[in-house]
C-alpha cells in the first residue's frame, strides 16, 4: 500500500511539474492520470495543491536573481516598477472570476470529459495562432504596458476552465497582443507566482482541518518530484518555443484529449 502510494505522488508530482507550464493544461493532466492510475486524492484536494507549490518554487529558485533584483531596484528603476505593475494588473480579472465562481467551477467543471474537451479545442487554438504569423513588438516584460497585461490577465480567465491551461491561455494571449514566444512564456511562468499561491493559500484555508498527518509523506513525495520535473521543464521549454513555436503542444493537445475522451467513453 505504501509503495503504490508512494508510485502513484511520484507520478503526479511529476505530471505536474511538467505539465504545469507547458500549454498542455496541469489540471487537465492531473485529472485524467490520477483517474487512470486509481489515485483517490485526499480531502480538500490538498496534494494537488501542495504539488503546484512544487512547481512554483521550481520558478522562485530558477528566476531567483531576477526577481530579487526587480524587488530591489524597484523604488529607483521605472523598468522594475513597469514589471511589477504588469504582473498585477494581469492577475486581477483571473482572480475576480476565480472569487465569484469557485464553487462553480470546482463542482461542475472538474469533469474528465470537460478536460478533454478543452484539450482538444486548445490544441486547435494553438495551432490556428501559430500559423497566423502574428508580429511581435514586445520583446521584454519590463516594457508592457498595463492595457497589454490586462488584455493577457483576461485571456487567463479561461483557464478557469479545466482543461484550458494556465500556461497555454496566457501565453496564447500574449502572442495575440503582439508578445515574442520567449517572452510570452517568462510572462506565464511570473504571472503564475502570485496566482498559484493565491488559489493554493484559499484551498489550504478552506482544508486546513481536514489535513491528516499521515498524509506528509505522499505530499512530501508529490511536492519534491514537481519541483524538480519542473526545473527541467522550464529550462528546455524556453529554447524550444524560440526554436520552434507552440505547435507541437496544439498537435499533442488533439491527440491526447481524444485519446482520453475515446478512453471515458469505452469504459462507462
Not at 11 to 20: A, F, H, K
Request: aromatic share 10%.
Amino acid at each position: 500500500m505504501i509503495e503504490q502510494s508512494f508510485l502513484q505522488a511520484l507520478i503526479l508530482g511529476i505530471v505536474e511539474g511538467v505539465s504545469e507550464f507547458l500549454p498542455i493544461s496541469s489540471t487537465g493532466h492531473l485529472i485524467v492520470v490520477g483517474d487512470l492510475i486509481g489515485f483517490s486524492g485526499m480531502p480538500g484536494k490538498v496534494f494537488e495543491v501542495v504539488i503546484q507549490l512544487g512547481a512554483i518554487l521550481a520558478i522562485c529558485v530558477l528566476y531567483r536573481q531576477r526577481l530579487t533584483r526587480v524587488a530591489l531596484d524597484a523604488r529607483h528603476d521605472p523598468a522594475a516598477r513597469n514589471f511589477i505593475a504588469a504582473i498585477l494588473v494581469a492577475i486581477v480579472p483571473a482572480g475576480l472570476v476565480g472569487v465569484l465562481y469557485h464553487d462553480f467551477i470546482i463542482t461542475v467543471l472538474f469533469s474528465p470529459y470537460v478536460v478533454c474537451t478543452t484539450l482538444i479545442l486548445g490544441g486547435i487554438a494553438i495551432i490556428v495562432i501559430e500559423r497566423l504569423n502574428l508580429e511581435t513588438n514586445i520583446t521584454s516584460i519590463e516594457t508592457l504596458s498595463r492595457r497589454t497585461a490586462l488584455k493577457i490577465g483576461l485571456f487567463q480567465c479561461l483557464a478557469l476552465v479545466p482543461g484550458v491551461s494556465r500556461s497555454g491561455a496566457t501565453i496564447l494571449g500574449a502572442l495575440l497582443v503582439g508578445v515574442e514566444r520567449k517572452t510570452a512564456a517568462e510572462f506565464s511562468f511570473f504571472l503564475a507566482i502570485p496566482v498559484m499561491l493565491g488559489a493554493s493559500t484559499i484551498n489550504l484555508w478552506e482544508s486546513w482541518e481536514l489535513i491528516d498527518a499521515s498524509h506528509a509523506y505522499i505530499i512530501a513525495v508529490g511536492f519534491a518530484a514537481a519541483f524538480v520535473s519542473a526545473l527541467f521543464v522550464v529550462q528546455w521549454l524556453l529554447n524550444f518555443v524560440s526554436n520552434h513555436g507552440y505547435t507541437v503542444f496544439g498537435w499533442y493537445r488533439i491527440a491526447f484529449g481524444s485519446l482520453m475522451l475515446a478512453y471515458f467513453l469505452l469504459s462507462n
